[in-house]
C-alpha cells in the first residue's frame, strides 16, 4: 500500500528531508487560497516549492470545502491545474456532490483521477467506466467523525463494497492512520494519505509502532486525562536514534513530533506491506 503525507502550504516541516518519503498531498486550497503562494508555485512548480522529488498528488481542496462551506471553483481549479504542469496526480472536485460528474468532465481533459464519494457511492458505475487505474474514495474521513464508536465498522463496510464492485485500484483519501491501516489492507486499498501525523502532534501526542498514539508534550496533564496514555521513552528510543531526536525534543517541539509521527507512520505502512 502506499502512502502519501497530507502537506499544508506554505511548508514548514519537510519529513523528505530526513527518511525516504515515497509521496505527498498537497491541496489546491492552500494555492487558491493565497495570490503569494499562487504566483510562486506556478513559477516554479510545486516540487520546487516543497523541495521534493517524489511523487505529488495534488488534491483539488474538496476537503477544506466540507470543512468551511466554501470551497474552489471549478473554472479556477482547472486553471491552476493547467499551471501545476510537475503534479504527478491531479484529482477531480469532488464537491458540491450533486456537481461530481459535471465537474469530471470539466476537468478530465487534464488528465485529473476521479474522486468517489464514499458517503453516496452512487457514481461508483459512472466512475467503473472511466479509463483510468486509480478511483479515488473521498469522504471517509467524515464518515469516521459521523458514526464514532462505530467508524471504524462503517468505514470496512464501505470499502468492502466498493472492492467487491471496482476493478480499479483504490486510493483511500485521508484515513491512512495507524487504527486504519489494517482496515484498508484487508479491503485491497493501494493507496492511503494522512495528516494525521501533524494533528497528533499539534495536541502534544506521538504515534507509537505497536501501541498507537501516546500523549509526550504535557500539554493535556490536569485536564481531561481520563484513559490518556503516556509515552515511555523506552518504547521509542530506537526510533529516536534514528532520527536524531531526544526524548526532550518530542516534549518541547511541534516540528519535532510532526517529524516522528511521520516516520513513525512510514514505519507501520512498511510493516504492513511486508506482513
Not at 164 to 174: E, F, M
Not at 245 to 265: M, P, T
Request: aromatic share 10%; glycine share 6%.
Amino acid at each position: 500500500m502506499l502512502l502519501a503525507l497530507g502537506t499544508p502550504l506554505p511548508v514548514t516541516v519537510r519529513p523528505w528531508k530526513f527518511f525516504e518519503v515515497e509521496s505527498v498531498m498537497v491541496s489546491a486550497y492552500y494555492i487558491l487560497k493565497s495570490k503569494t503562494l499562487r504566483k510562486k508555485v506556478y513559477e516554479k512548480g510545486i516540487k520546487d516549492v516543497l523541495d521534493f522529488d517524489g511523487t505529488v498528488i495534488l488534491d483539488s481542496g474538496a476537503f477544506q470545502a466540507l470543512q468551511f462551506g466554501r470551497g474552489p471553483n471549478v473554472n479556477e481549479l482547472m486553471d491552476a491545474y493547467k499551471k501545476i504542469e510537475d503534479a504527478d496526480i491531479k484529482l477531480s472536485l469532488d464537491w458540491p456532490e450533486d456537481k461530481i460528474i459535471e465537474n469530471y468532465n470539466k476537468l478530465c481533459k487534464l488528465e485529473v483521477l476521479p474522486v468517489l464519494s464514499a458517503e453516496s457511492l452512487e457514481h461508483i458505475s459512472f466512475f467503473e467506466h472511466v479509463d483510468c487505474e486509480w478511483l479515488f474514495v473521498g469522504r471517509l474521513a467524515k464518515i469516521l467523525r459521523h458514526f464514532g464508536r462505530n467508524g471504524f465498522e462503517t468505514l470496512d463496510e464501505k470499502l468492502a463494497l466498493i472492492s467487491s464492485v471496482t476493478i480499479k485500484r483504490i486510493w483511500a483519501l485521508g484515513v491512512g492512520n495507524w487504527r486504519t491501516i489494517p482496515i484498508l489492507a484487508q479491503n485491497d486499498v493501494e493507496g492511503t494519505d494522512t495528516s494525521s501525523y501533524r494533528i497528533a502532534a499539534a495536541f502534544g501526542d506521538i504515534i507509537v509502532p505497536g501501541i498507537g498514539t501516546c500523549h509526550v508534550s504535557g500539554r493535556k496533564i490536569g485536564k481531561k486525562n481520563w484513559g490518556m496514555r503516556l509515552a515511555k521513552q523506552s518504547d521509542i528510543q530506537a526510533y529516536l536514534d534514528m532520527l536524531g531526536l531526544s526524548f526532550n525534543d518530542l516534549e518541547k517541539s511541534f516540528e519535532d513530533r510532526v517529524l516522528f509521527n511521520a516516520f513513525a507512520l512510514e514505519v507501520i505502512m512498511k510493516k504492513n506491506n511486508e506482513s
